[in-house]
């Protein structure tokens, strides 16, 4: 069997609080990929333990985010949605990318220095080792392409220094089975757009994330329109009227943030935002992104909660996905045995 050309896979962390920054830097790119692509969406819940062991409510908060994969628009009667932990391929091919990997690569990442923060020692070894698993999920299908908010972009290339290893310390191996020069594509990025990086509503210089402690500083998918109303209103911002051009929104990063949201939402760019609230006060520019807002989320999280009301469903789906995926992983992973030279 060939490499696939044009197969996408991504995944997020079932670690609930799921955000805009989530839906505009990932989500609604793996929504659009479908026209073009053979795409797989998988909900990671061996990452989401890498940080907190126990988690209050693994199931639910994993089929929330199956719930907004669909809910957004992702088919997965043609597609592939699954969680992570129900095809063991992924498990067994991050254990043989631990010995592929090397300690200074990892050394390197930046978003274990900031989720460790100080008291690294007390890490888990899997927070450590996560992109090697998070390498594993995409190599698994040989996935060449990975849409990701920019937050992820240092993971995907140490994912392209893995597989660069092993097709080169496996090159007679892989050429000897049948396969070619190369066994695991360099996978692209897809780091595209206006909402590659979303940032807090609170502080312009901190990104919107999961993890952050004041909920005002966040949309959630599963806010009603009201709050998504609200924290919009209570954004922080600076006294000044919106510029008329990219440069003006220099040195404002909240007022960038909201003129990037403002454009996301509604597929144009900053500078056409701009060209329509250019020297407009934020008491106008305010309401006026709140009921984009709301008009782009609100029929989301409808159907997320009409998902939600039948968890059963949820999980057929799950379990459905998990099994075309798994079609695809045990060919993977049997392939990837014999080029190391395991027995069976
Ligand atoms: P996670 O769950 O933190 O985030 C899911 C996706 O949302 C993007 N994202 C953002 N984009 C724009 N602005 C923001 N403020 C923002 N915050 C998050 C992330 O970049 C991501 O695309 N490691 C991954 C999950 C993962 C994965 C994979 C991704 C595991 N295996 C394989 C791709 C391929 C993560 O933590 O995502």
């Known amino acids: 069997m060939g490499q696939p050309t044009n197969r996408v896979f991504s995944g997020v962390q079932p670690t609930g609080n799921l955000h805009l920054g989530n839906y505009l830097g990932a989500i609604r790119k793996f929504v659009a990929l479908q026209d073009s692509h053979e795409c797989i969406y998988c909900v990671v819940d061996l990452h989401a333990v890498t940080a907190d062991l126990v988690q209050k409510d693994l199931q639910n908060q994993t089929r929330e985010i199956a719930a907004a994969f669909i809910a957004s628009g992702i088919d997965p009667k043609k597609h592939i949605v699954f969680n992570q932990s129900q095809v063991r391929e992924h498990s067994e091919l991050a254990w043989l990318f631990n010995c592929v990997a090397r300690m200074g690569w990892l050394r390197r990442m930046t978003q274990f220095k900031e989720k460790a923060g100080k008291d690294s020692e007390n890490a888990s070894v899997g927070l450590f080792t996560y992109p090697n698993l998070m390498a594993a ?15 992820q972009k240092q993971h995907l290339e140490l994912t392209r220094d893995i597989a660069a290893k092993f097709n080169n310390d496996f090159a007679e191996r892989i050429a000897a089975l049948g396969h070619g020069d190369s066994y695991f594509p360099l996978t692209e990025p897809v780091i595209e757009g206006e909402a590659t990086r979303i940032m807090s509503l609170r502080d312009g210089s901190r990104k919107m994330s999961k993890s952050e402690p004041s909920d005002m500083s966040r949309i ?70 709140a009921d984009l807002a709301v008009e782009k989320l609100a029929p989301i999280n409808r159907e997320m909660r009409r998902l939600m009301d039948d968890p059963a469903g949820v999980d057929a789906v799950l379990k459905e996905g998990a099994e075309k995926a798994r079609e695809i992983a045990s060919v993977t992973l049997s392939e990837v045995r014999d080029i190391f030279g395991f027995i069976g």
Request: charged share 35%; no cysteine; hydrophobic share 35%.
């Open 137 to 151: 999920d995409i190599l698994t299908y040989r996935a060449t392409h990975v849409p990701v908010g920019d937050d």
């Open 220 to 289: 959630n998918l599963t806010d009603s329109s009201d709050d998504i109303a609200k924290k919009i209103r209570k954004a922080r911002t600076d006294p000044e009227p919106l510029p008329d051009n990219l440069d003006g929104l220099k040195e404002r990063p909240e007022a960038d943030n909201l003129v990037s949201i403002f454009a996301a939402l509604s597929e144009v760019s900053s500078e056409e935002v701009l060209r329509q609230y250019g020297g407009k006060q934020f008491g106008e520019f305010k309401p006026a992104l």
